[in-house]
């Protein structure tokens, strides 16, 4: 029965390990979409963004969606897919 627990221990930790990478971007820049790209998938999802920045070596972005709401988001560098989305209540 012990070495039952160990792979479960072990894929429990690989998981929690998986998750807390994804918080940062490891991608060589050469692999990086360029800013146009950034633009040009916020304004297919129809926001307006008004800053692109980098952190934790992934693209950051705030702005406008299309209902009025300010946000912040962390977008994955080379495929421009959405990490993390949160609505920003501040008045910038």
Excluded: N
Excluded at 6 to 25: E, K, N
Excluded at 43 to 68: Q, S
């Amino acid at each position: 029965m012990k070495t039952g627990i160990l792979p479960t221990v072990a894929l429990a930790i690989l998981a929690a390990t998986s998750a807390q990478a994804r918080d940062d971007c490891d991608i060589p820049i050469a692999h990086w979409q360029p800013r146009e790209a950034v633009r040009a998938m916020a304004e297919d999802r129809g926001w307006t963004l008004k800053r692109i920045k980098i952190d934790d070596g992934c693209y950051e972005v705030y702005g406008i969606d299309r209902d009025g709401r300010r946000f912040e988001a962390k977008i994955d560098p080379a495929t421009l897919e959405i990490i993390e989305i949160e609505e920003r209540h501040d008045h910038r």
